[in-house]
Antibody
Framework: QVQLQESGPGLVKPSETLSLTCSGS????????WTWIRQPPGKGLEWIGY???????NYNPSLKGRVTISEDTSKNQISLKLSSVTAADTAVYYC??????????WGQGALVTVSS | DIQMTQSPSSLSASVGDRVTITCRAS??????LAWFQQKPGKAPKSLIF???TLQSGVPSKFSGSGSGTDFTLTISSLQPEDFATYYC?????????FGPGTKVDI
């Protein structure tokens, strides 16, 4: 069974760019829709954005244009970049895969702390 | 943005209980409503999409209903593994938004 894995630096300095990748196995990217969400410590879930199988993206406006989700077919990965981070961006970040806008499979999550 | 509310925010229940959680959208979302289960320290698990369609592998003790602005998630007979936090999410319009969660504990 395909499993997803988020990876990237666990510590990012304020004003820098958070970069995470989502990897898996078995014809990973093709014909799938991908979602990123996050969860600040002790809080609820926040939708970050979405890329569909055609490569079209939608992002949460609350992130004020700081987010980019893209696919790298050569590496079979989905990536998330969030620029100009602050402490408010400290969270566990999850990637999800589905046949539509609601994932049926989630990664285990990656904790990213923003601190100098 | 569409605002999602859930009630109750928490509830205490016993094994075998029937549990119902309510989710309300600030405007009509047709049946574009999903439910997720999350246990402490774990990733969310997708339970239901389209208001009432179970994700593959989800046991039939879970059921969802509703359309428009009012939705419910029902667990027919609560088991120890069901104690968790449950979130609803609308995907009718961007940005997709989650409810604040309902914690189900003993």
């Amino acid at each position: 069974q395909v499993q997803l894995q988020e990876s990237g630096p666990g510590l990012v300095k304020p004003s820098e760019t958070l970069s995470l990748t989502c990897s898996g196995s078995g014809g990973f990217i093709s014909n799938s829709h991908w979602t990123w969400i996050r969860q600040p410590p002790g809080k609820g879930l926040e939708w970050i954005g979405y890329i569909n199988y055609s490569g079209n993206t939608n992002y949460n406006p609350s992130l004020k244009g700081r987010v980019t989700i893209s696919e790298d077919t050569s590496k079979n990965q989905i990536s998330l970049k969030l620029s100009s981070v602050t402490a408010a961006d400290t969270a566990v970040y999850y990637c999800g895969r589905g046949g539509g806008p609601i994932p049926h499979l989630w990664g285990q999550g990656a904790l990213v702390t923003v601190s100098s | 943005d569409i605002q999602m509310t859930q009630s109750p925010s928490s509830l205490s229940a016993s094994v075998g209980d029937r549990v119902t959680i309510t989710c309300r959208a600030s405007q009509g979302i047709s049946n574009s409503l999903a439910w997720f289960q999350q246990k402490p320290g774990k990733a969310p698990k997708s339970l239901i999409f389209g208001s009432s369609t179970l994700q593959s592998g989800v046991p039939s003790k879970f059921s969802g209903s509703g359309s428009g602005t009012d939705f419910t998630l029902t667990i027919s007979s609560l088991q120890p593994e069901d104690f968790a936090t449950y979130y609803c999410q609308q995907y009718d319009s961007y940005p997709f938004t989650f409810g604040p969660g309902t914690k189900v504990d003993i």
